[in-house]
């Protein structure tokens, strides 16, 4: 079992930046990736970024040269640099954490909302 609580969410003006971040405990011996899913309103969920313990790095499209990840592998965070947002970017964030034991299991954060004003 894997615990995550994120913060960071909040109202921000386009152009402007925000930090989000997400604590794992519990079972978290076997965690492989972590990153930040978002859900917009009417929208389907979709991956914004993650980073695997090889320190991968996987961005959406839509925030390639916007957003940074990283993780402490120590710690057992991970953050989200948002840089330059967009009302585009107005969504639910959600932590999520991959776990590689008897089985791939997914973990999600409660969701954090983000609301980028124009």
């Known amino acids: 079992q894997v615990q995550l609580v994120e913060s960071g969410g909040g109202l921000v003006q386009a152009g402007g930046s925000l930090r989000l971040s997400c604590a794992a405990s519990g079972s978290i011996s076997s965690i492989n990736t972590m990153g930040w899913y978002r859900q917009a309103p009417g929208k389907q969920r979709e991956l914004v970024a993650h980073m695997t313990n090889s320190k991968t790095t996987t961005y959406a499209d839509s925030v390639k040269g916007r957003f940074t990840i990283s993780r402490d592998f120590a710690k057992n965070t991970v953050n989200l640099q948002m840089n330059s947002l967009k009302p585009e970017d107005t969504a639910v964030y959600f932590c999520?954490?991959?776990?590689?034991?008897?089985?791939?299991?997914?973990?999600w954060g409660q969701g954090t909302q983000v609301t980028v004003s124009s």
């Open positions: 999520n954490v991959l776990v590689h034991g008897l089985r791939k299991i997914d973990y």
